[in-house]
């Protein structure tokens, strides 16, 4: 959650949107719950399917796997706090649940194509 009890906002769940029901609402438990367990296992079965299935179904809906999906949503929620905060690239890590920088620079590599550091070089050149 965002200072103020805002719920955070995700352009990718926007550009993403699904219209089965169950996967829009598991997409909002995962922006609530970024530093839980996100794993397929996990997630399937609070969705009430195998992870397989679940695997296929998120494929099938929005063009990404389970874990491209978490990934994803990781970033974002990363991105709005280095955009909004003074917090360090840790405490970012820890908040958004890449469990280290070190996790979080790869990801973001792999999402945007430039690491968590230079995308906060960037940001605040741009301020």
Request: charged share 20%; net charge positive; hydrophobic share 40%.
């Amino acid at each position: 959650m965002r200072p103020g009890g805002q719920a955070q906002y995700s352009h990718m769940l926007s550009s993403q949107a699904t219209t089965f029901e169950p996967l829009r609402e598991l997409q909002v438990y995962m922006l609530e719950n970024l530093r839980g367990d996100l794993s397929v296992e996990t997630l399937a079965e609070r969705i009430g399917m195998s992870p397989r299935h679940f695997s296929r179904v998120c494929q099938r809906e929005i063009n990404m796997t389970p874990g491209q999906l978490v990934n994803r949503l990781r970033v974002e929620a990363a991105q709005q706090m280095i955009d909004s905060s003074s917090l360090g690239l840790k405490e970012i890590a820890n908040a958004c649940g890449f469990g280290s920088v070190d996790s979080m620079r790869r990801i973001f590599q792999q999402a945007l194509g430039i690491t968590a550091a230079e995308y906060v070089q960037r940001f605040k050149r741009a301020r």
